[in-house]
T-cell receptor, first 114, second 114 residues
Framework: AQTVTQSQPEMSVQEAETVTLSCTYD???????LFWYKQPPSRQMILVIR??????QNATENRFSVNFQKAAKSFSLKISDSQLGDTAMYFC???????????FGSGTKLNVKP | DGGITQSPKYLFRKEGQNVTLSCEQN?????MYWYRQDPGQGLRLIYY???????QKGDIAEGYSVSREKKESFPLTVTSAQKNPTAFYLC?????????????FGPGTRLTVT
């Protein structure tokens, strides 16, 4: 069964605009963490942002922020003031509680256009 | 600089041959992981290891083998039993196995089997 779902295979945004990438997940746990990773054309996976489920406040890292809806099991990533360097695949990741094994979504390819 | 190295970046093999992918980390991390990435899919877990001399199968372990003789090294062997070995392989590590720990990734190895 799919545990992490990213329903947008590909998205485009104009430079300097804002874009939101969607992610939903399924879990019966109450305390957990969620991650967004970025994979640019170099294919190096880079952590973008992390959210702790027991924290009501949405995580923010500079231009990146999340909209975490625990009841809806939704974890979207908002990128403000998009830059050309944001062009990449973005993966939502959910670690299973045992041994920190990650489930990854299928990814969203984001193209930032000049 | 601390990090994870994978070698080689590109690897070509003939069908029926075993091949070993290297993964080395100098982050002093206890846990290490191997993922496979195919186009249009997220990362899928092959094997993982919590500590030296111990490892467990992930979701797609058939046709693969690993060893963990040293803390810093976690090589992956793709055997001839793996039916579709052509893929991008990513190695990762984390400081612990609690789900709060992010995973750090190597640059990956692209394996092509013909």
């Amino acid at each position: 069964a799919q545990t992490v779902t990213q329903s947008q295979p590909e998205m485009s945004v104009q430079e300097a605009e804002t874009v939101t990438l969607s992610c939903t997940y399924d879990t019966s746990e109450n305390n957990y963490y969620l991650f967004w990773y970025k994979q640019p054309p170099s294919r190096q996976m880079i952590l973008v942002i992390r959210q702790e489920a027991y924290k009501q406040q949405n995580a923010t890292e500079n231009r990146f922020s999340v909209n975490f809806q625990k009841a809806a099991k939704s974890f979207s990533l908002k990128i403000s003031d998009s830059q050309l360097g944001d062009t990449a695949m973005y993966f939502c990741a959910f670690p299973r509680s045992n041994f920190n094994k990650f489930y990854f979504g299928s990814g969203t390819k984001l193209n930032v256009k000049p | 600089d601390g990090g994870i190295t994978q070698s080689p970046k590109y690897l070509f093999r003939k069908e029926g041959q075993n091949v070993t992918l290297s993964c080395e980390q100098n982050l002093n991390h206890d846990a290490m992981y191997w993922y496979r990435q195919d186009p249009g899919q997220g990362l899928r877990l092959i094997y993982y290891s919590q500590i030296v001399n111990d490892f467990q199968k992930g979701d797609i372990a058939e046709g693969y083998s690993v060893s963990r003789e040293k803390k810093e090294s976690f090589p992956l062997t793709v055997t001839s039993a793996q039916k579709n070995p052509t893929a991008f392989y990513l190695c990762a590590s984390s400081a612990g196995t609690a789900s709060s720990y992010e995973q750090y990734f190597g640059p990956g190895t692209r394996l092509t089997v013909t």
